[in-house]
């Protein structure tokens, strides 16, 4: 075992050993990556502030397009750790695109399904197409202007 903030992590699990695990934990965050359980950093002030400006505008994009979408803050997850979640997300036939987005430098990284496989891309201003379902977000939207 290990110990992190006086909970002790199990050294290695499965999958479906960890979901059962993290149910029980009362506190904290945690990820298995490659079988190993870590515990998540807090989030930080601005991380969250982009979360929120982030979901606001996919939220007002949806609207705005008249689209059948959900949006969701957080939750839903994929049975993978962080080496393979991109590939695990696009095994799921109806997420068209993933986006990293990066408060730091201010830009957003999108994957997209595309016929001939992934595109990625990493978009740092203007307007992010999202195509299907035919919304735009624009930048500016999602990140204060510097100081």
Not at 88 to 104: C, N, Q, R, T, W
Request: proline fraction near 4%; charge should be positive.
């Amino acid at each position: 075992m290990i110990l992190a903030m006086n909970i002790a992590l199990p050294k290695r699990l499965t999958v479906d050993q960890f979901l059962a695990w993290a149910v029980r934990q009362t506190e904290g965050k945690y990820e298995l990556v490659d079988g190993v359980v870590t515990m998540q950093q807090a989030q930080r002030w601005g991380h969250s502030k982009v979360k929120a400006a982030v979901y606001l505008a996919l939220q007002r994009a949806v609207a705005a397009a008249g689209v059948a979408c959900y949006v969701a803050s957080d939750g839903p997850t994929v049975r993978m750790d962080t080496t393979t979640k991109l590939d695990g997300y696009f095994k799921i036939a109806s997420v068209m695109h993933y986006l990293i987005v990066d408060p730091e430098s201010r830009s957003i990284t999108h994957h997209k399904r595309g016929r001939a496989g992934l595109k990625t891309r990493v978009v740092r201003k203007g307007v992010l197409a999202l195509k299907p379902p035919g919304i735009e977000i624009g930048l500016s939207d999602l990140f204060a202007p510097a100081s």
